[in-house]
């Protein structure tokens, strides 16, 4: 049997300081020993980042749903050259942004429905889920504050657009208690790392307990 590791995802809207997590986050793991693959989306392969391109140019328009298939096809690209290479090498793979941004962004900022989106992923993931997704929120107010001069695609939406994302997210997260974990995105980058910390730690160690498929 394989060596299963731990898939832990990073969610939150832009500006809520995720990503800084992430890279901390990372950078601790592997200070503690830890195998570790660092991945985004869209992203991860060289054809995703290709399409995150596209997908993020400020310039260009997207259908809805032309928009969640190419952030899907980004997705399988990165589950089935990096993810799941990884999971079965034992790696705690930590990924910023993965389906929930899917559900956030396309589900409850489009308004596109979240069944069709549940279908979709059943077939791109090919049962590979978040063991733990680490939701950084924030008021969408004080992101905007903190994104003065980046001007994405996404980024460009409105603070309406943006705010259903956020109540998005902390719908997702009522729903599914267990896998997430709700961090308070005022806190300062270290204090985020101190709780994130060991939580990632300890889930790895009862994973690795169990050393199992995901
Ligand atoms: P970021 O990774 O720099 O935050 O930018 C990625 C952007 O893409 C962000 O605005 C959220 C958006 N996005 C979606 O709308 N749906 C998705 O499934 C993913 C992964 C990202």
């Known amino acids: 049997m394989g060596r299963w590791g731990l898939f832990v ?123 733990l997704t680490l939701l950084v929120d924030l008021p969408v107010e004080d992101a905007f504050r903190r994104l003065q001069r980046s001007h994405d695609r996404f980024e460009q939406e409105t603070r309406a657009f943006h705010e259903r994302v956020r109540q998005g997210y902390l719908r997702l997260a009522r729903r599914a208690k267990k896998r997430f974990v709700v961090l308070d995105g005022r806190k300062s980058p270290d204090e985020l790392l101190q709780e994130a910390l060991p939580i990632v730690l300890e889930r790895y160690r009862l994973r690795r307990g169990k050393r199992k498929r995901p």
């Open 9 to 131: 995802t990073l969610e939150g809207i832009e500006g809520s300081g995720k990503s800084t997590l992430g890279t901390r986050l990372i950078q601790a793991l592997r200070d503690q020993g830890l195998p570790v693959t660092a991945t985004r989306e869209p992203g991860g392969t060289p054809a995703a980042e290709a399409i995150r391109e596209a997908l993020l140019h400020p310039d260009l328009s997207w259908d809805p749903w032309a928009e969640t298939l190419a952030m899907l096809a980004a997705r399988r690209e990165n589950v089935v050259r990096v993810i799941l290479p990884a999971l079965r090498d034992g790696h705690v793979v930590v990924c910023d942004r993965f389906m929930d941004s899917t559900y956030a962004y396309q589900g409850f900022g489009r308004g596109l429905p979240l069944r069709v989106l549940a279908r979709y992923h059943r077939f791109v993931l090919m049962g590979v889920r978040p063991h």
